[in-house]
């Protein structure tokens, strides 16, 4: 949030550096992908629109925990440099988005520890591969969940969860969220997000 607000003041300084030029009016600014828009009044300048808009987002994310044997390395970009650890023991948690080529970013790069209540704040975006990150089913009554070729209903049946409430690793993700491509014994396929519970303690509702 407080990159955000940071960023947010930067377009409103860019803007009335411009408005102050005579420049072309500017009305609205893309501040990430989707979601609500807010209008913030500014001053007039030289009866140029007093409104400047812009849109306030999050991206589209996955819940997860730390599935791994060994301490973790964070890096500073997909396959980068080592830029600090998340360790053992623990059971942590965290939120990923922006998938790249097998890698996941650390949302706000803030790694919550679910037994202490702590949490490790990176100061800068962090990002850890999928074959340290688990994600459980919710298939609790022991539903046979299918994976599937491609992020819809219809589509073939590439491999199938067969067990109840088990650990998957998140591969890739939709743009909207709704499906994850995930692997489990030795299978890989797309599922949906609903049957999914990044909770490393408890079942999710």
Partial sequence: MKRLLFAASLVLVSLLSAAAQNTKPWTVHRIAERWSYEEVPVPEIKGKPGVFTYEFT???VVACFISDKTATNVRNAPGGKVVGKIPKPGT??????NPTNGWWQILNGIVSD????????????VWVHNSVL?????????QVLPLRAAPRTDAAVTGQI????????PLDMTEDGEWVKV??????????????????LTTCP
């Fill in 183 to 200: 692997s489990w014994n030795g299978q890989a396929g797309w599922i949906e997000h609903s049957w999914l519970c990044g909770n490393p």
């Fill in 162 to 169: 067969t067990r109840a409430d088990v650990t998957v690793r």
């Fill in 114 to 125: 679910d037994l202490e209540g702590n949490y490790i704040e990176f100061e800068e975006d």
């Fill in 58 to 60: 999050a991206p589209v």
């Fill in 92 to 97: 942590y948690s965290l939120t990923i988005c």
């Fill in 134 to 142: 688990g994600i459980g089913t919710r298939n609790y009554d022991g």
